[in-house]
């Protein structure tokens, strides 16, 4: 019985991942030939939709199909998008994905109080949910620590650490895809009779979810503490000064590799070439612990703010006097907006 039942989960898992992976090999020429940034929009709502949908036609786990298409198409994201349509889909899939998670636990929240009384007094529903989180934790260690212990030994350790391993191991909060996996269980069997032990599924998941949240949750910070591997909140600003100024050195190099080769006006070059010096020359600055000297009036960022504001008003007056179409209108607004919003972030 136990291996019949380990056998269909793999076939259920691996076939998932199957449709997952041929979806995914399906959507991405797709999406490498969309300009339209709104239309690629829909595409990437739509998908995960469509390998939930293929995965229960083809009785497989239709969330195991989410999640390798969602993990191959994002893998190669960079590759297949525009810049215009990362940006879309960062603010979009921000809110859808808030929007869903708020839906998800309003679902089970509203349904527990009934599932729970609907249990048999009889049934010893904690302690099952104490166990299920254990068994987690429990296999999350024994696959974290051994594979670790392989990849530090390929890199050439001579003895595992564990402080690695051990974070991962215990930062494995479960969230809301075990919820929408137990939600996605069908109401009735085959044969129409509702499906026995569905309601007892969504307790534990759910027991599981706010015991996972709770201990594992407010012990992870100790726990990174005490392995000795928190970064200093300097660590990751200094990490991005550093990476501004790898770009713009890049940058630079290019440039220089466009001037000998004359594919652009001097003047064009000239300007190009003093922009990413100055660039440099203030992360360096920043890297070094130095400050640029205090100009007698408005610093470049402080002018460029006050420009970008000025145009923003002027913007709205043309379109108030019927000057501009609200299209003109808000092509202009973007460009605007991407502008202050790239001010505000170099603060």
Do not use: K
Not at 92 to 113: A, D, R
């Amino acid at each position: 019985m136990l291996l019949h039942a380990a056998g269909q989960f793999a076939v259920l898992a691996v076939g998932g991942a199957a449709v997952g992976g041929v979806l995914a090999a399906g959507v991405i020429p797709v999406r490498r030939r969309i300009t339209d940034p709104v239309l690629e929009t829909v595409l990437a709502l739509i998908t995960p939709y469509a390998a939930f949908v293929l995965g229960e036609a083809a009785h497989v786990s239709p969330v195991m199909a989410v999640i390798v298409a969602g993990l191959v198409i994002g893998a190669r994201r960079d590759r297949i998008t525009t810049a215009q349509t990362r940006l879309q889909l960062h603010s979009v899939y921000g809110t859808v994905i808030f929007l869903l998670e708020s839906v998800v636990f309003s679902l089970i929240g509203l349904q527990l109080p009934t599932l729970i009384r609907d249990l048999s007094r009889a049934e010893a529903w904690p302690a099952e949910a104490l166990a299920v989180a254990g068994t987690l934790i429990v296999i999350r260690i024994l696959w974290v620590f051994p594979l670790s212990a392989v990849i530090q030994r390929r890199d050439g350790a001579r003895r595992p650490s564990w402080p690695v391993p051990a974070v991962v191991s215990w930062a494995g909060a479960r969230g809301v895809v075990p919820l929408a996996a137990a939600l996605s269980i069908p109401l009735t069997s085959a044969s129409g009779a509702p499906l026995p032990r569905r309601d007892l599924i969504l307790v534990l998941a759910t027991a599981v979810i706010v015991v996972s949240l709770i201990v594992q949750g407010l012990t992870l910070e100790p726990l990174v503490r005490r392995a000795g591997i928190a970064r200093p909140p300097g660590d990751a600003r200094h990490e991005e000064t550093i990476a501004r100024l790898r770009l713009a050195e890049a940058a630079l190099a290019r440039l220089d590799e466009l001037a000998a080769g004359d594919c652009a006006a001097d003047d064009v070059i000239d300007r190009a070439r003093a922009s990413l010096q100055v660039r440099i020359g203030h992360t360096r600055a920043r890297i070094d612990g130095s400050r640029a000297p205090e100009p007698d009036g408005l610093t470049d960022q402080e002018l460029r703010r006050d420009l970008n504001a000025t145009e923003h008003a002027e913007l709205a007056r043309l379109y108030d006097n019927g000057t501009i179409s609200q299209a003109t209108r808000q092509q202009l607004q973007r460009g605007l907006d991407l502008e202050a919003a790239r001010l505000n972030e170099q603060r």
